[in-house]
């Protein structure tokens, strides 16, 4: 892969921004995470050496202990699985500035070299407090290194990403001429290796908030991302956009490859340790086996819906596993149940919510995703239409009249 000219990566940030609302990193260890996430969208790729230890099957944590040289770990993985993969899109080598093996100028411009199309400053000092960071900063190793290298890399024209905690780092890497600001939030929650201590969305919405407002003061077209800490899910991302409109997008690892990789890799081993034990009257059986061996076609639908009403569904896949046409299973499905399959499903998931939010009081935007909407907007449009009211307004009265 070439290098990608910093000029051309803003360019096409500022469009994704106007067209999409939002940009995407996806932070990786490995050449298929990357490849499928260029695959899926991803305004760029950071390629950071605790991607390589969750591929290890360990914690992002490993990445800022001294198991491995940082610079030479990255540079080894992400030249041989990364650059020759990926096509389209940036890839951003995370670059320990702090590494005293390395003549740092230099360094940067051999990564550049490489065609590598900007740094990010990972590992960063900043996840470290208390004595220990006193004691590195003592010795010489101190946040205003990585703060040299973003500026050294902009001097050369490479694209950065700088990983910022407070007002103050924030300030500083600004004015060395980061072309994005991203504020770090600690390590991701969630998982089997996710940190336990975490902040709360909340809290990292107030900080994020404090940070960007400084970051505005100083250069309003700066990029504006988030990272890491309770911020690990769609839903997450989504409550931040909502109640701050100067986040721009988000940066994530774990929530990328190491989460869903371990749920993936336990329910598929689950289901193939089980699969000997299915049940006769498994949808999946049935669907295998013939629909029309076991019940009728609007039986199949019903509970197909039942059993996947969270997840997107498609009428015309349905109709193709019954083997039937899209436009017949229609007029069959209207005549049985009384509407179209599209009102249904919608009314099927209302009910659904309304009987989540009775057993459990979460969050409404998380409601509407775990029956089906990644919009709540869209959620609370057909909501209002069917209940003639909003979602607050419904779930507000029932509380009173409780």
């Given at each position: 892969?070439?290098?990608?000219?910093?000029?051309?990566?803003?360019?096409?940030?500022?469009?994704?921004?106007?067209?999409?609302g939002?940009?995407?990193?996806?932070?990786?260890?490995?050449?298929?995470?990357?490849?499928?996430?260029?695959?899926?969208?991803?305004?760029?790729?950071?390629?950071?050496n605790?991607?390589?230890?969750?591929q290890?099957?360990r914690?992002?944590?490993?990445?800022?202990?001294?198991?491995?040289?940082?610079n030479?770990?990255?540079?080894?993985?992400?030249?041989?699985?990364?650059?020759?993969?990926?096509?389209?899109?940036?890839?951003?080598?995370?670059?320990?500035?702090?590494?005293?093996?390395?003549?740092?100028?230099e360094y940067?411009?051999?990564?550049?070299?490489?065609?590598?199309?900007?740094?990010?400053?990972?590992?960063?000092?900043?996840?470290?407090?208390?004595?220990?960071?006193?004691?590195?900063?003592?010795?010489?190793?101190?946040?205003?290194?990585?703060?040299?290298?973003?500026?050294?890399?902009?001097?050369?024209?490479?694209?950065?990403?700088?990983?910022?905690?407070?007002?103050?780092?924030?300030?500083?890497?600004?004015?060395?001429?980061?072309?994005?600001?991203?504020?770090?939030?600690?390590?991701?929650?969630?998982?089997?290796?996710?940190?336990?201590?975490?902040?709360?969305?909340?809290?990292?919405?107030?900080?994020?908030?404090?940070?960007?407002?400084?970051?505005?003061?100083?250069?309003?077209?700066?990029?504006?991302?988030?990272?890491?800490?309770?911020?690990?899910t769609?839903?997450d991302?989504?409550?931040?956009?909502?109640?701050?409109?100067?986040?721009?997008?988000?940066?994530?690892?774990?929530?990328?490859?190491?989460?869903?990789?371990?749920?993936s890799?336990?329910?598929?081993?689950?289901?193939?340790?089980?699969?000997?034990?299915?049940?006769?009257?498994?949808?999946m059986?049935?669907?295998?086996?013939?629909?029309?061996?076991?019940?009728?076609?609007?039986?199949?639908?019903?509970?197909?819906?039942?059993?996947?009403?969270?997840?997107?569904?498609?009428?015309?896949?349905?109709?193709?596993?019954?083997?039937?046409?899209?436009?017949?299973?229609?007029?069959?499905?209207?005549?049985?149940?009384?509407?179209?399959?599209?009102?249904?499903?919608?009314?099927?998931?209302?009910?659904?919510?309304?009987?989540?939010?009775?057993?459990?009081?979460?969050?409404?935007?998380?409601?509407?995703?775990?029956?089906?909407?990644?919009?709540?907007?869209?959620?609370?449009?057909?909501?209002?239409?069917?209940?003639?009211?909003?979602?607050?307004?419904?779930?507000?009265d029932?509380?009173k009249?409780?």
């Amino acid at each position: 892969m070439t290098l990608i000219k910093r000029e051309d990566i803003l360019k096409n940030l500022n469009v994704e921004t106007k067209i999409n609302g939002h940009i995407i990193g996806v932070a990786t260890g490995s050449g298929i995470t990357a490849k499928y996430a260029e695959n899926g969208g991803a305004d760029f790729i950071l390629a950071l050496n605790s991607g390589k230890f969750r591929q290890m099957g360990r914690g992002s944590l490993a990445g800022m202990l001294p198991f491995s040289n940082s610079n030479d770990m990255v540079m080894d993985f992400a030249s041989r699985e990364i650059l020759p993969l990926v096509k389209r899109t940036p890839v951003i080598f995370g670059f320990n500035a702090t590494d005293p093996t390395k003549d740092m100028k230099e360094y940067i411009r051999f990564i550049k070299e490489q065609g590598f199309s900007g740094i990010n400053n990972f590992p960063t000092i900043g996840i470290v407090d208390g004595e220990f960071r006193e004691s590195l900063e003592e010795n010489g190793c101190c946040y205003d290194l990585e703060v040299e290298a973003i500026g050294i890399a902009h001097e050369m024209g490479l694209f950065t990403i700088a990983f910022v905690f407070d007002e103050d780092t924030a300030k500083k890497m600004i004015n060395v001429g980061a072309d994005v600001i991203c504020v770090h939030l600690g390590l991701t929650q969630g998982g089997m290796l996710g940190a336990k201590k975490i902040l709360s969305l909340e809290s990292a919405r107030e900080r994020v908030e404090k940070i960007f407002k400084v970051c505005n003061e100083i250069n309003h077209d700066v990029i504006k991302l988030i990272y890491g800490g309770p911020v690990k899910t769609p839903i997450d991302v989504q409550y931040m956009y909502s109640n701050n409109k100067l986040v721009m997008g988000y940066i994530g690892g774990s929530s990328f490859e190491r989460i869903p990789s371990e749920k993936s890799i336990i329910n598929i081993t689950k289901a193939f340790k089980t699969s000997g034990n299915l049940s006769e009257d498994d949808l999946m059986i049935k669907m295998l086996d013939g629909i029309t061996k076991h019940y009728d076609y609007v039986e199949f639908v019903k509970e197909y819906v039942d059993k996947n009403y969270m997840n997107d569904i498609s009428f015309l896949d349905l109709a193709k596993v019954a083997h039937i046409s899209r436009s017949h299973l229609s007029n069959l499905f209207k005549k049985d149940v009384g509407c179209s399959f599209p009102q249904y499903l919608v009314k099927y998931r209302i009910d659904k919510s309304i009987a989540i939010m009775n057993r459990e009081k979460i969050p409404l935007i998380q409601l509407a995703y775990l029956v089906g909407y990644n919009d709540y907007s869209q959620f609370s449009k057909m909501f209002k239409k069917y209940k003639r009211c909003s979602p607050t307004q419904y779930f507000s009265d029932n509380k009173k009249n409780s």
